[in-house]
């Protein structure tokens, strides 16, 4: 076996299938993780590798699943309804998304690439889901009529309904004990398939034998884990197969970046109390999710439910709009699970954060927000998460990040322009077509400088595109007490991803991640540099938190906008290209003139970048002090009763 195939002699073998059954996107991201790049030129497969990372039988495998490799990719690059779909500024949907992604470098330019969907009802028609089978038993009558109203109107938006046996398939598993090489199968399980998107599923409350059951898995684990892998890491899938067999709520699933769980439990009144703080909030939630090993908990009662992922939102919802809930937040949330960016898709450098102005007057600002309460802790994964193999899938999952936090801070860097910030008409049509990209939208000229073409009120313009820089918190840092000499890193977009972070950073002693909500950094910052570049020309900062502010709230030259667009997890390619059209859409609204742009997420919170952080942080103050802005979900009605702001 090579290194890729984890180790030899594991635990839990899968009796139904080896390693070259794994799901092609599994294959692809391991791959990816080890530094492999994969491209499609045409119907060529091109691989790029470090030297010596394939060999052996994963070189076989690569070999003999070519042809899945390239039709994976291909599918990658063209799916996405709205593809040509035109913003504002004539730019298409897939523009938009090779831009703000970073994929329009020769070596970026298919890999990975998918055209983003940002309509509900066309990412229902993507969907695989399936209804797993009730609990011997089980009588809560509120949740199995909610179950069967859920399955009716997933159906009427075009969801795809597989049944539970259709699937599934049959998994038997071996356990080897490794100082006797002895081994019995006692254990059978059914797995998910790769192509299914998420199961619902009920909170199962254990039993005294499926407790023990859990309990005698789990240090089989400890002692494999200590004794065999020492230190080194299963896949995802494995560890969940591992567990599967013994705990009720561990689902064994061949693809867990695909697959989501979403599990229907008890209406919990304290997190529908309005008088319960945020801050209170976010164990509540997380214990719900944790406990359940769910990616999705909704609450059920008579009259009303609510929706959780990793992001807490906490807005409630009657049971009277279902459907509203199910097409605007739950079919968004399983079309897109949260997941963080590898590293691999960026080129890594150091910079001195001492030296940098914009990185200053981001601890300055952070410490400025301390005492308005708008950025809470999050948690440490250790802290929440007891079992070490549902940490260890967690960890594979989040690839490597250690805690989770509730918002992020930015500042942007005044846009980088290298040569004619335009060119005229003439000049446009000598310009040379990028790969992966509509002539008629996107050129390059003999220095690689980027131009588009960009509608700019009644003018059309053939505008370069910047590089973007930026500075923001890491992920799982404490965004009102940064230490500036690890807990900044510095984001660029140029025609790939570029992090730099602080110089004397030892990454083994510091969890250094970019945020999970980086697309929507870049996308705002692109965005304002190309339709307002008079509210990023001196730098910008951006805020994020997870609330609202009121309708009252906002003054002249304040807006808000995005309140009607489908609630996608934080963090996700495609709520990257919402904000970035939702900058768009106010330059147009107010002439190129706002101020300050609050920019909605549904069932998230609110980024909101403006001219200048002192004046941003003073309007923040005055909304919290004046309770114009709350954590929670309490103002996102009000803002969605209203199309324009003050």
């Known amino acids: 076996m090579s290194s890729i195939d984890t180790v030899t002699n594991e635990l839990f073998t899968d009796q139904t299938s080896s390693n070259r059954e794994r799901s092609i996107s599994e294959f692809i991201s391991e791959l990816s993780e080890k530094g492999v790049q994969f491209s499609v030129d045409e119907d060529k497969l091109r691989i790029n590798a470090p030297k010596g990372t394939i060999a052996g039988d994963l070189r076989s495998e690569l070999v003999d699943r070519k042809p899945e490799i390239i039709a994976y990719l291909q599918k990658q690059q063209s799916e996405g309804d709205g593809g040509n779909a ?177 599990v229907l439990a008890e209406f919990d009144p304290k997190f529908g109390d309005p008088d319960l703080s945020y801050q209170n909030k976010i164990p509540l939630g997380v214990g719900a999710l944790v406990r359940t090993f769910s990616e999705i908990y909704i609450g059920v009662s008579d009259e009303q439910l609510y929706i959780l992922n990793m992001n807490l939102s906490d807005s409630i919802y009657s049971t009277q709009r279902l459907g509203e809930f199910v097409t605007q937040s739950l079919i968004p949330k399983i079309f897109i699970p949260i997941l963080p960016l590898p590293m691999s898709r960026f080129e890594i450098d150091r910079f001195d954060p001492n030296a940098s102005s914009f990185a200053q007057k981001l601890v300055k600002m952070g410490e400025s927000l301390e005492p308005l309460g708008l950025l809470p802790e999050g948690f440490k994964i250790d802290d929440v ?16 990040r250690t805690g989770v936090s509730y918002g992020f801070i930015a500042y942007v860097e005044p846009p980088q322009y290298f040569g004619p910030k335009e060119v005229s008409a003439m000049e446009w049509e000598t310009l040379t077509p990028l790969k992966g990209l509509n002539l008629d939208e996107v050129r390059r000229n003999s220095d690689g400088r980027r131009y588009i073409k ?175 802005i709350e954590l929670g979900g309490k103002y996102l009605c009000e803002l969605g009763q209203s199309a324009h702001s003050n």
Not at 106 to 115: L, P, V
Not at 385 to 400: E, P, Q, Y
């Open 86 to 262: 035109m913003s504002n500024s004539g730019l298409s949907l897939a523009a938009i998304g090779r831009i703000i992604g970073g994929f329009c470098s020769e070596g970026t330019a298919s890999q990975g690439f998918k055209c983003p969907t940002i309509d509900a009802s066309s990412m229902a028609g993507k969907l695989n889901v399936t209804f797993r089978p009730l609990p011997k038993g089980y009588k809560n009558d509120k949740i199995v009529q909610l179950r069967t109203q859920l399955q009716d109107r997933l159906e009427k938006a075009g969801v795809t309904i597989v049944s539970w046996q259709e699937a599934t398939r049959d998994s038997n598993y071996e356990f080897e004990i490794p100082w006797l090489k002895k081994r019995v199968v006692p254990f059978k399980t059914r797995t998910v398939k790769a192509d299914i998107d998420a199961v619902v599923d009920v909170e199962r409350m254990d039993s005294p034998v499926s407790h023990l059951k859990g309990a005698v898995a789990e240090c089989l684990y400890r002692l494999y884990s200590h004794f065999v892998l020492k230190g080194r890491k299963l896949s995802a899938v494995k560890i969940a197969r591992s567990m599967a067999w013994a705990e009720e709520n561990v689902l064994s699933v061949e693809d867990p970046t695909n697959t989501q769980s979403i």
């Open 385 to 400: 998460v007891k079992k070490l193999s549902h940490r260890d899938i967690v960890d594979w999952i989040s690839n490597g």
């Open 454 to 628: 960009i509608q700019q009120g009644e003018r059309l313009a053939y505008q370069q595109i910047p590089d973007i820089w930026l500075v923001s918190s890491r992920s799982g840092s404490k965004k009102t007490a940064l230490d500036i000499s690890r807990d900044v890193v510095r984001i660029g977009l140029t025609d790939r991803l570029h992090m730099q972070i602080p110089t004397g950073t030892n990454n083994s002693t510091v969890d250094v991640k970019p945020s999970y909500d980086l697309y929507v950094m870049v996308g705002i910052a692109l965005s304002a540099a190309l339709s307002m570049p008079n509210l990023v020309q001196s730098g910008a900062p951006i805020v994020h938190f997870h609330g609202y502010p009121s309708i009252h709230w906002y003054q002249p030259h304040e807006y808000f906008t995005g309140v009607t667009n489908p609630s996608v997890p934080c963090g996700t390619y495609e709520s990257g290209v919402l904000n970035f059209l939702g900058v768009e859409e106010v330059a147009v609204r107010s002439a190129g003139q706002a101020r300050l742009i609050s920019l909605i997420e549904p069932d998230h919170g609110t980024n909101i970048v403006a001219n200048d952080w002192e004046y941003l942080i003073e309007r923040l103050k005055v909304g919290m002090q004046g309770s114009q």
